[in-house]
């Protein structure tokens, strides 16, 4: 008998950790999107990072494209770190007009939108950035 109980509280421990669990992912990505729902597509100037001209030359990516990506792309939080600092990092990402599957790094900054760098999803490009 002893036995069995022990099992039913595990079981129940199980669950409660489980539900715990799912409420706290919920709660947290709620967070993330309340705390990016800021992210002003819209600020500018854009200013390029020498890392991001480099890997936009390697990668055949142009200012055409980041500027699209920035106002179409979608944020994906894994690849973003919004506590970094001084300024949160936002990955965006999207398909281009010239159907390349892009991920592009910004830091929107006190002085403009700050592009990081530009990565091209479906190829690896040759590239010697530093």
Not at 65 to 78: A, M, T, V
Request: charged share 25%.
């Amino acid at each position: 008998m002893k036995k069995g109980r022990f099992v039913r509280y595990f079981i129940l421990l199980l669950v409660c950790c489980g539900l715990f669990w799912l409420y706290y992912r919920n709660n947290a990505a709620q967070q993330a999107t309340e705390k990016t729902s800021s992210f002003n597509r819209n600020l500018t100037p854009l200013i390029y990072t020498r890392h991001a001209r480099c890997r936009m030359g390697c990668r055949h990516i142009d200012d055409s494209e980041i500027k699209e990506i920035l106002q179409k792309g979608k944020i994906n939080y894994s690849k973003s770190n919004l506590h970094s600092k001084p300024d949160p990092k936002y990955a965006l990402e999207g398909i281009t007009h010239d159907n390349q599957q892009v991920r592009i790094i910004f830091a929107p900054s006190k002085s403009g939108m700050v592009v990081i760098t530009c990565i091209d999803l479906d190829e690896a490009w040759e590239c010697n950035c530093n």
